[in-house]
């Protein structure tokens, strides 16, 4: 089966000739990195959980273009500028269904969109 790649309005679009949303390989499927940008382009001002907020809302549409929902999601990953986790946890324990992903955090000296703080990618899985 070939892969599928997705592109919704409902979230970032990506940057052109650099990466896809998201690749759907089998019945997984990989969502690119997402930071606090809505989808028209602007980065959300204010706190770390309001850009967490909003990653979550565009890496909930991402998925759902290829019929998942966050409920499917097996593994996230977290690059955050700031070692302060709880902060971001506090957001991902009230949009994040249960079971919780598998998720691996890493701490980072800078993130390549400016003007953000956390960036977030998705593994989900239909199956």
Not at 7 to 23: D, F, H, M, N, R
Not at 56 to 79: D, F, R, Y
Not at 101 to 123: K, M, N, Q, Y
Request: with cysteine; proline share 7%.
């Amino acid at each position: 089966m070939p892969a599928e790649y997705t592109l919704t309005k409902e979230a970032p679009a990506p940057l052109p000739g650099i990466y896809s949303q998201a690749v759907r390989a089998g019945n997984y499927v990989y969502c690119s990195g997402s930071v606090g940008m809505t989808k028209e382009g602007q980065m959300v001002d204010g706190t770390i959980q309001d850009r967490t907020r909003q990653i979550l809302e565009n890496l909930e549409e991402v998925p759902k273009a290829s019929g998942m929902t966050l409920a499917n999601v097996v593994k996230a990953n977290l690059s955050k500028l700031s070692q302060d986790f709880n902060t971001f946890n506090e957001v991902w324990k009230e949009v994040m269904p249960e079971p919780k992903p598998a998720r691996t955090r890493i701490g980072v000296a800078e993130l390549p969109a400016g003007g953000t703080d956390v960036e977030i990618e998705f593994v989900a899985y239909d199956g």
